[in-house]
């Protein structure tokens, strides 16, 4: 869980004075406590979390670019979490915060981000979030108190349903097959959802008469 950064330093004039600017090349090592925090961008490319630093590392060319920035990193908040967008454009990064958790998405190629946040919730943290198959669609899981779910159509910033079953979530993610459908699952908890008319409609797979009694661990 420990990580350094190599910082490079560049003479720029400013006001017919000098002063010295010192930017993050390479990142070593990778935060742990982290869902998904390896994520495979192509053969040779990985996504990966170096403290509050979100890098993109080619392993071909052993170069290292960044997403999130060392200079940036101060005023973000912890990383719990990473996805991934299937069309590999997109990547979902969630935050704890101070008094509200959120979601940041950025495009690879050109480093822009866009912010999501969703109102009267008094989690602090997003744990999980996954993509939907045509990438349009993002579904995160929230901790205590809400433990909600929610749903955005991101690229406008949209919550489209929001759901709190009440019941710790650690891991949702996407029928890869129907982008309405996508499952979320915690340590006694496991369910199925559906967006239909501006709600989300959760049931609860049929695992047999001793399904009170199991205990989950991760799903796909």
Request: aromatic share 14%.
């Given at each position: 869980g420990v990580q350094t950064c190599a910082l490079r330093s560049e003479q720029r004039m400013a006001e017919g004075s000098q002063r010295g600017i010192a930017s993050v090349v390479h990142g070593f090592g990778v935060t742990a406590a982290v869902q998904s925090n390896v994520l495979c961008l192509d053969d040779t490319s990985i996504v990966l979390p170096v403290g509050r630093s979100i890098a993109v590392y080619n392993s071909e060319?052993?170069?290292?670019?960044f997403l999130v920035g060392q200079g940036e990193s101060d005023e973000r908040h912890a990383i719990t979490a990473m996805a991934l967008a299937p069309s590999k454009k997109y990547a979902a990064v969630c935050e704890r915060g101070?008094?509200?958790?959120?979601?940041?998405?950025?495009?690879?190629?050109?480093r822009r981000s866009k912010t999501l946040t969703c109102a009267d919730l008094q989690s602090t943290e997003f744990v999980s979030a996954a993509f939907s198959a045509d990438s349009k669609l993002l579904a995160a899981v929230g901790g205590a108190p809400d433990f909600a779910v929610v749903l955005w159509l991101w690229d406008k910033n949209r919550v489209l349903a929001v759901n709190k079953p009440g019941v710790s979530a650690t891991r949702v993610t996407f029928n890869p097959g129907d982008i309405g459908t996508?499952?979320?699952?915690g340590p006694k908890f496991l369910k199925l959802w559906r967006h239909a008319d501006g709600q989300l409609k959760g049931w609860s797979p049929s695992l047999g008469k001793h399904r009170e009694h199991q205990v989950y661990t991760d799903h796909c």
């Open positions: 060319f052993r170069n290292m670019s101070e008094s509200s958790g959120q979601v940041s998405v950025f495009h690879i190629s050109q996508f499952a979320t699952s």
